[in-house]
């Protein structure tokens, strides 16, 4: 009939809406609860992000790190990093004190190194053995440190490449794969008395193409990919430390000692030290060995030229400083070195006469040769010696804090009268 209306389309309808709304009210309690959910998840990861990013920290470069720079053959093969390793030594016939070495990220004893510096910053690299190192000194008592404070200049970045068991090899290593990634303005080399060896050093040939870590890729996938390449992770709070003077079981070359062989050369209880990896095995003969080798004319190979041409290729100044050997400024330690030389070490041995000034002499008429700064501290030490001012521990050949501090403020002096820095900011 036109115009009816069944009563039942109206209910019908409103059950519809109602449903409708019902369902709309369900749909969105179900949105905001999703939402809730997406957003906490999104909490959760970005906190374990934050949290993973702050615990364990990565440096900017994957393939630069110290290891490659080292004598592998000085060291246990297992050694595939150094970065993110905290190491000791300890010499208990000094001191009992146990000098800690905090490695930063690229595995050397110093702050974290950035590539990019800030601007108006000037850098300076300095680059040696265990004397540049520090051992025997606190992590602040290094010879970079003390150039540092003599320096007390906020615009220089003064960095500490030392590596203990290294030489001339090593360094250059070092040099041609840190300068043109991190662009120093000044690299100074610091020989000590052992660093020349009786072969001259290798050059190396080839220089280190950068590969960065991906700071976007989330650092848990980071630490799954270190550990499968069985790379240290540096945990910020970790407190394990190693010993550099390993235990006898496992020590091998010159750190390796046969007792049998060695009884007749070194006093009892300084063997026993060495035995207990509480003083450097190599200390054996030390004096004979520096009487041989001071007394050559050392072998500098193309070192000199190769770092100097290098260094200006980049616009670095290249600087070599001397850090003499305690038997050549003074006699006073004999006493000491000859415990651990009775067989081949007579009363006679006196390596301060100038017959033992050969490196020295050699190195200063090298630079010459190319015009490059050359500093040559064995005057400033033995300046210090004479007066009973002793820089370097008693049976340990290394410095005191004292003495590091010593080569440190005597370097900048002499930078300092070389170059005005002053006068270049």
């Known amino acids: 009939m036109a115009g009816y209306s069944s009563p039942f389309r109206l209910s019908e309808a409103l059950d519809f809406d109602t449903f409708e709304t019902f369902m709309g009210f369900v749909s969105l309690r179900k949105s905001k609860i999703l939402a809730k959910t997406v957003l906490y998840i999104i909490a959760v990861l970005a906190f374990q992000e934050i949290a993973l990013r702050f615990c364990f920290p990565i440096p900017e470069l994957s393939n630069f790190d ?46 974290e190194w950035k590539v990019k510096r800030k601007v108006g910053k000037k850098r300076i690299l300095f680059i040696g053995d265990s004397f540049v190192e520090g051992i025997m000194a606190g992590q602040d008592e290094t010879i970079p440190k003390a150039f540092e404070r003599a320096l007390n200049d906020k615009n220089y970045e003064v960095w500490n490449g030392g590596m203990v068991g290294s030489g001339p090899t090593s360094y250059m290593r070092l040099m041609v794969e840190f300068i043109p990634i991190f662009r120093p303005d000044y690299v100074i080399i610091c020989i000590y008395a052992n660093d020349i060896a009786q072969s001259p050093p290798t050059m190396p040939g080839r220089t280190l193409t950068p590969q960065y870590f991906n700071l976007l890729r989330p650092r848990l996938l980071e630490l799954i990919e270190q550990i499968k ?42 063997l026993k030290h060495m035995l207990n990896s509480t003083l450097a095995p190599f200390r054996i003969n030390n004096l004979y060995t520096e009487k041989t080798r001071l007394g050559q004319e050392p072998l500098l190979g193309d070192i000199i030229p190769f770092f100097n041409h290098f260094s200006k290729r980049y616009g670095v100044e290249p600087i070599i400083a001397y850090v003499p050997s305690r038997n050549v400024v003074t006699r006073y330690y004999y006493q000491f070195d000859k415990q651990m030389c009775l067989q081949l070490c007579n009363d006679s041995i006196d390596l301060t006469t ?13 630079c010459a040769k190319y015009n490059m700064t050359f500093f040559d ?42 170059y005005n820095p002053h006068s270049l900011n």
Request: hydrophobic share 30%.
């Open 229 to 270: 390449l069985n790379s240290p992770i540096k945990f910020r709070w970790n407190t394990n430390t190693v010993s550099y003077i390993p235990n006898q079981n496992n020590a091998f070359g010159a750190w390796k000692i046969d007792s049998s062989k060695v009884a007749n050369q070194v006093r009892a209880d300084i």
């Open 66 to 111: 110290r290891v490659n720079y080292m004598m592998l053959s000085k060291y246990p093969h297992q050694y595939k990093y150094l970065r993110n390793q905290t190491w000791y030594w300890e010499s208990l016939l000094d001191t009992n004190h146990r000098f800690i070495h905090k490695m930063n990220m690229y595995g050397f004893r110093d702050k």
């Open 377 to 418: 501290l064995t005057d400033n030490v033995r300046l210090r010696e004479s007066v009973n001012d002793h820089l370097y521990w008693n049976y340990d050949e290394h410095m005191r804090a004292k003495g590091y501090e010593h080569i440190g403020a005597t370097i900048y002096q002499k930078w300092q009268d070389v």
């Open 354 to 366: 100038n017959n033992y000034l050969k490196h020295q002499k050699a190195l200063g008429e090298e």
